[in-house]
Nanobody, 118 residues
Framework: QVQLVESGGGLVQPGGSLRLACAAS????????VGWFRQAPGKEREEISC????????YYEESVKGRFTISRDNAKDTVYLQMNSLKPEDTAVYYC???????????WGQGTQVTVSS
């Protein structure tokens, strides 16, 4: 079993920044990569970024390229998502999940709310 816990969400003004964290515990060698997903009200969940464990490769969805940066701290089993230049359309619940970018997404965190509003 793997447990994922997200943190770092909140309310921020447009143009602001937030850093999300996804802390893993349990059998953290049972998957390759941790990805970030988001789901806005009335929309489907989308994968926005991924960092693979095997080779460190990173993936970004087009709408976040150049604004979001994914990184990891292996010593802490934590993956971060630095979000800059936030826009109102980034408002969503953000989740992390294992085995990105293609799945199977066996394990999910509980989600953290990000609201971008003035």
């Amino acid at each position: 079993q793997v447990q994922l816990v997200e943190s770092g969400g909140g309310l921020v003004q447009p143009g602001g920044s937030l850093r999300l964290a996804c802390a893993a515990s349990g059998f953290t060698t049972d998957y390759d990569g941790v990805g970030w997903f988001r789901q806005a009200p009335g929309k489907e969940r989308e994968e926005i970024s991924c960092i693979r464990s095997s080779d460190g490769a990173k993936y970004y969805e087009e709408s976040v390229k150049g604004r979001f940066t994914i990184s990891r701290d292996n010593a802490k089993d934590t993956v971060y998502l630095q979000m800059n230049s936030l826009k109102p359309e980034d408002t969503a619940v953000y989740y992390c999940a294992t085995n990105c970018p293609y799945g199977p997404f066996n394990y999910w965190g509980q989600g953290t709310q990000v609201t971008v509003s003035s």
